[in-house]
């Protein structure tokens, strides 16, 4: 038995098509990604380095994006020094550092300890009040049905629930 949940803020095709040259989607995996040679600030940059933004803008964004995942203090150290938690959080700051329409996470909670993956979909969950729709897949149906979300269960391939009761904003 396979299941998949999806925490996703509504998406309005208005709102869509207004910023559709804004339009990213971007993609957080299991495996965090990091550089190893690269300190945690210089890991949220690099993303911003293809804006063509200044240093400077792109440092500010990127401290910006660390202070929402609680990490000011770790930015100057480099992956191997940071926990699970920590990483995970680093590569959400990079995920959200150039404000996407839509963050997808592929299993984000999956190698972290529960009060940790409570914190990362805690996380989530803020992210997608700011106007992001976030998109979970998880195996941890009890850590989703902790907090508001559009929850779509899949077995066997085919969706076998729907529950919009509890749409963010909804």
């Avoid at 100057?76 to 680093?90: A, C």
């Avoid at 700011?130 to 969706?159: D, Y």
């Amino acid at each position: 038995f396979s299941s998949e949940c999806i925490l996703s803020q509504t998406l309005h095709v208005q709102s869509l098509h207004h910023q559709q040259k804004q339009l990213d989607k971007i993609f957080l995996f299991q495996q965090y990604f990091l550089l190893p040679s690269m300190t945690v600030l210089e890991n949220v940059m690099l993303p911003l380095r293809y804006q063509n933004l200044d240093r400077s803008e792109s440092k500010r964004r990127a401290i910006a994006a660390l202070e929402k995942m609680g990490l000011q203090d770790r930015m100057k150290h480099t992956p191997n020094e940071l926990s699970g938690g920590q990483k995970q959080r680093v590569a959400i700051a990079r995920a959200i550092v150039n404000n996407p329409v839509v963050l997808i996470a592929d299993e984000p909670t999956g190698n972290l300890d529960p009060v940790t993956a409570e914190g990362i979909i805690e996380l989530f969950h803020n992210i997608a009040k700011s106007g992001c729709a976030v998109v979970v897949s998880t195996h941890n149906i009890s850590l989703i049905e902790q907090f508001p979300s559009r929850t779509i269960l899949f077995a066997k391939g085919q969706i076998a629930e729907v529950d919009v009761s509890t749409v963010i904003g909804g």
